[in-house]
């Protein structure tokens, strides 16, 4: 999984949602596609976290100092 992408993992969750909120698996079957989900939100909410990271980013204040500031997306 760890070279899949946020947005194929994301794509991924939702189609397993999809499918949970059918009605139409087995009970087996729904546990399954739980679990996978599961992996799949937990990989997606690291993606996140580690996106949020690189959004922040040095600026260079009017003082010539380097301080942190959030990129405002």
């Not at 087995?26 to 690189?54: H, N, V, W, Y």
């Amino acid at each position: 999984m760890d070279k899949m992408k946020f947005e194929e993992a994301l794509n991924r969750l939702e189609e397993l949602v999809e499918k949970l909120e059918s009605g139409e698996l087995d009970l087996e079957a729904s546990i399954k596609t739980f679990q996978e989900g599961i992996t799949l939100s937990l990989f997606c909410q690291k993606e996140l976290q580690q996106a949020q990271g690189r959004v922040q980013r040095l600026v260079e204040s009017l003082n010539g100092e380097l301080e942190l500031s959030d990129l405002d997306v």
